[in-house]
C-alpha cells in the first residue's frame, strides 16, 4: 500500500508541478528589470544594501549581504547544513540556499554533471546568449512577504532557489526559463524533519537516498524553456525523458547516481488509450492544459516516449534539430495555455524533421516494444 500511495502521491506531486509551473510562467513573465545579461555575479553591494537595510526595517529580517558563501568537499559523507540563508555558486549556476537544508558534500559536483550532461545530450546551452536575464525572481510567497534575494542578480547562470517548506504548505518543486525552486523532503535536515508531524509521521515520504531525477527534471525545464517555448507535451516530455537518460549517463561515475538508477522506480503514468499508429499523432496534439478535462500526467509519460522514440531515429541532434526549427520558425506557445494552431506548428516541425509518417511509426514503435500500452480509461 505504502508503494502505492507514494505512485499515487508522486502523480499528484507531477500534476501540481504542472499547475504551479502555470502560476510561475504567468507570473515571472512578466517581471523585468534593468540589470540584465551581465555574466558577472555578486552579491548586491552597497547600493543595494540601503534596499535590503529598508526591508530589514519593515520585516526584521537581516541584510542579505552578509550571506555565507558555501563550498561543498565534494564528499558525498560529508554534509553541510544550512542555519541561515546562504549560497553557492558554480559555473552555470548559483543555489540560493534556504534555512534546515541538508546538502551531502558531492551536491555541487553531481549538479555540475547534471547541468553538462543536460546540455550534451540535448545540444543546447543553459546560458543561451540570445535571451534576456533579469534579477532573481521576487520569491517572498515562500518567505511571509520577505525577499531573502532581493536585488540580487547571477546573470546568465541559472537561479536555483532550494527550499524548506517547514510550515508545511505544501510547497512542490517547478520551474521557468528564470529560475529553478526546488523543495526535496530529502534535502531537508533531519532536524526539521523530525519537528514537523505531517513529514516525521510519514517517513515513505522521503527516500533512502537523494533522488535527483526530481532536480533532472526541474534543471531540463529551465535550460530548454531558456531556448524556447513549445508545448506542454514537449516540455514535460524532455524533462521526464532526461531524468532517465542523465540518470543512465552519469550512474558509471557518480556513485549517487548510481544508486537512484539501482534503487528507483522510474514510475509511468498510464495514458488514456493505448497508443498504436492510427491514435499517436492526435494524442500528440491534445490539449493537456485544461485541469477538468484533459488527461492529467499523460503528457509526461506519451512525450517520454516520444523523445525516446525520436533520438533512437536519430542520436545525438535529436533535440536540437527541433530546438532549432522551433526558433527559426518563431513558434512560440504559452506553456499553460492550449494553442491548437502553434500544436499544429510544432506536429509539422517534427515532420520536417523526421518524416510525414513519423506519429504512424511512433505508433507501431510503442505497440512492438510494448510501450504506452496501459490504458487508464
Ligand atoms: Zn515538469
Not at 36 to 49: H, L, M, Q
Not at 303 to 321: A, I, P, R, S, V
Not at 366 to 371: A, G
Request: negative net charge; hydrophobic residues 35%.
Amino acid at each position: 500500500m505504502k508503494r502505492k500511495a507514494r505512485k499515487l502521491t508522486s502523480l499528484l506531486l507531477a500534476t501540481l508541478c504542472a499547475g504551479s509551473m502555470l502560476l510561475c510562467a504567468c507570473d515571472k513573465a512578466d517581471q523585468t528589470s534593468d540589470q540584465s545579461g551581465d555574466p558577472g555575479f555578486a552579491p548586491p553591494s552597497a547600493d543595494a544594501t540601503e534596499t535590503s537595510d529598508s526591508a530589514e526595517a519593515t520585516t526584521g529580517k537581516k541584510d542579505t549581504n552578509s550571506y555565507e558563501k558555501v563550498t561543498l568537499d565534494g564528499v558525498n559523507e560529508h554534509h553541510y547544513i544550512s542555519t541561515d540563508f546562504c549560497y553557492l555558486e558554480s559555473e552555470k549556476y548559483v543555489l540560493l540556499i534556504d534555512k534546515d537544508i541538508d546538502l551531502p558534500g558531492d551536491f555541487a559536483v553531481v549538479l555540475d554533471a547534471i547541468i553538462d550532461e543536460i546540455e550534451n545530450q540535448l545540444g543546447i546551452s543553459a546560458m543561451p546568449g540570445d535571451r534576456e536575464y533579469y534579477n532573481v525572481t521576487d520569491n517572498s510567497v515562500y518567505f511571509d512577504g520577505f525577499n531573502p534575494w532581493k536585488d540580487w542578480n547571477v546573470g546568465t547562470k541559472i537561479p536555483i532557489f532550494i527550499l524548506c517548506d517547514r510550515q508545511p504548505k505544501g510547497w512542490i518543486s517547478c520551474a521557468t526559463a528564470n529560475d529553478v525552486t526546488i523543495v526535496s523532503y530529502d534535502l531537508f535536515s533531519d532536524e526539521i524533519w523530525n519537528s514537523i508531524p505531517e513529514f516525521r509521521d510519514n517517513p515513505w515520504r522521503r527516500d533512502e537516498y537523494l533522488d535527483y531525477t526530481e532536480i533532472i527534471h526541474e534543471v531540463t525545464h529551465a535550460i530548454t524553456r531558456r531556448n524556447c517555448n513549445t508545448s506542454k507535451i514537449m516540455t514535460e516530455g524532455i524533462a521526464n525523458y532526461m531524468e532517465v537518460a542523465v540518470v543512465n549517463s552519469l550512474a558509471d561515475k557518480y556513485p549517487s547516481i548510481a544508486e537512484i538508477k539501482a534503487k528507483k522506480d522510474f514510475y509511468d503514468y498510464d495514458v488514456p488509450e493505448a497508443v498504436n499508429a492510427s491514435n499517436a499523432e492526435n494524442i500528440f496534439l491534445s490539449d493537456y492544459s485544461d485541469v477538468e478535462h484533459a488527461d492529467r500526467g499523460a503528457e509526461y509519460t506519451f512525450g517520454k516516449y516520444l523523445f525516446e522514440y525520436l533520438h533512437e531515429q536519430k542520436g545525438n541532434d535529436f533535440y536540437k534539430d527541433i530546438n532549432g526549427k522551433i526558433k527559426a520558425d518563431n513558434i512560440d506557445y504559452r506553456y499553460d495555455e492550449y494553442d491548437e494552431a502553434a500544436m499544429q506548428k510544432i506536429a509539422g516541425v517534427i515532420k520536417e524533421l523526421y518524416g510525414d509518417d513519423v506519429f504512424t511509426k511512433f505508433g507501431d514503435w510503442c505497440v512492438k516494444n510494448k510501450y504506452l500500452q496501459t490504458a487508464n480509461g
